[in-house]
């Protein structure tokens, strides 16, 4: 009999795997393709080491702005993925280290959940049945391909983030069928090494949920280097390597020799056995309350399997409360303030409340902005470029209520937005804190002060 069971390897299940081991629990995860999840495998790391290849290749195309002159700059594409495989081979070693490392045991193989009882959890996997006394499902998200006429008959031109991962060659063309994230990202990558991108979303702005202000200033720099995006169109038909899409009350068609459907992700909750024990779903995932417990005694769920926050850092902090609530901490699973990053070449980062969800919400806000060539650093690395820090805080107190970042390196520095959010910082708290200086984080404190 195990303290708990887990089901799913990703980032909720191999984090709360290693801090249930770690405080001392007797624990089985059961994955049944490769340790790391769908971030590790198929999507955070590959897509950034792809991303950071193509910022190697971007600055030395315009190093002579900095006085460095590269000629005939050229990159090596099977390099580039094959550095990719590299990468994700190691961190999933590593991965599998730290199960090893915390007694996890590790059942490489489908599970299915048979029956709950009082005496515990009874799950199937490979032959052989298991038992635990709690059982957390971390089955995670596939990519969502939609009821498009023609996609399921156009054959390998058609690519999810999966299939784009493990080209063997650099497409000259892309349709890129979604404007998020994923989407943005791999659009950014293409056209950084020369393929013809071109982005087709809905919505009348990419990169829906995060500043608009600031999606729509990314947007231009991606038409800059080349992207063409097709906003508020939808996509009707595919034919063959042909995409149909109204626009405008008309129809136009773009072609591509690859056709990427980044329409979002929806949570695997088929074949597991939910079903077998009665667990309750809400809007395609696994209902859990903020101590993410299911509505079965016992069951717990996190990360994209909930359905709610698909992030892989949210995943694996769900996993962490769930641990602790295990172990006699009481813990709670807060929302308020989780960065988003959008890795293109420049960053774009956010974390707590858009001017968008403030107003939804009717929460009163002010407002500060600065470019951010206000920091030292950021004009000394980044030559002829520009961003924008924007701060919002509550109308009365003055506590931070949300950050946004448009510019390098904006991944790195907001953790510490994050940190402000979480603690109800305000601006004269913020004010006394000490930036190191010269560093590109100092954006925050310069327009902090202009409140």
């Known amino acids: 009999m195990y303290n708990l069971a887990i089901i799913g390897g990703g980032p909720a299940g191999y984090v709360a795997a290693e801090r249930a081991g770690a405080k001392g629990l007797k624990v089985i995860l059961f994955e ?42 050229s990159f090596n594409f099977k390099k580039i993925m094959d550095r990719k495989t590299k990468v994700v ?91 998020g994230v994923i989407g943005t990202e791999f659009a950014s990558f293409f056209s950084s090494l020369g393929t013809k991108v071109t982005v087709i979303e809905m919505l ?7 500043d608009c202000e600031m999606s729509a200033m990314l947007r231009q720099i991606l038409e800059k280097k080349g992207v063409k995006i097709h906003l508020s169109s939808k996509v009707t038909e595919v034919k063959g390597n042909e995409v149909f899409f109204e ?36 809007r395609g995932g696994i209902k859990v309350d903020d101590r993410m417990r299911t509505n079965i ?13 698909l992030l892989a850092h949210t995943a694996s902090r769900e996993g962490e409360v769930v ?6 901490c009481d813990d709670v699973m807060r929302y ?6 959008v890795y293109t070449n420049p960053e774009f980062s956010g974390v707590g409340l ?48 949300g950050v946004h970042l448009l510019g390098n390196p904006s991944s790195e520095m907001i953790y510490g937005a994050a940190m402000a959010i979480e603690s109800k910082m305000t601006l004269n708290e913020m004010e006394e804190v000490i930036f190191p200086h010269p560093t590109v984080s100092e954006i925050l404190k310069e327009t902090v002060f202009e409140f």
């Open 32 to 73: 049944q393709k490769t340790l790391g999840g769908v971030c590790l495998n198929e999507g955070c790391i590959p897509t950034k080491t792809l991303l950071y290849s193509a910022k190697i290749y971007d600055n030395a195309k315009g190093g002579e702005k900095y006085g460095v002159v590269c000629e005939q700059v």
């Open 89 to 179: 081979r190691k961190l999933v070693i590593g991965v599998g280290a730290k199960m090893k490392a915390h007694s996890v045991e590790v059942i490489n193989a489908h599970a299915v959940i048979k029956s709950c009882t009082a005496t515990g959890i009874e799950i199937e996997a490979g032959g052989q049945m298991y038992q635990a006394e709690k059982l957390l499902i971390c089955t995670g998200s596939e990519a969502a391909v939609p009821p498009i006429p023609g996609l399921k008959d156009a054959g390998d031109i058609i690519v999810t983030n999966r299939e784009i991962l493990n080209l063997k060659e650099l497409p000259e063309s892309l349709v890129v069928i979604g404007g």
């Open 204 to 210: 009348d702005e990419i990169l829906t949920g995060m």
């Open 247 to 282: 626009k405008d009350g008309k129809t136009e068609s773009v072609k591509g020799d690859r056709i990427l459907v980044s329409v979002g992700r929806r949570a695997n909750t088929q074949n597991i056995g939910i079903e077998n024990i009665g667990i309750e779903l809400h």
């Open 297 to 309: 005694p016992n069951v717990y769920a996190a990360g994209d399997v909930t359905g709610f926050s």
């Open 323 to 328: 641990v602790n609530n295990l172990t006699g």
């Open 336 to 341: 308020n303030a989780i960065p988003g990053v």
């Open 354 to 401: 858009t001017e968008d969800a403030a107003k939804e919400k009717g929460i009163a806000y002010r407002i500060a902005q600065l470019p951010m060539s206000y920091a030292g650093r950021f004009v000394a690395e980044n030559e002829g470029g520009n961003g924008l820090c924007k701060v919002l805080v509550g109308k009365e107190r003055g506590e931070i209520l």
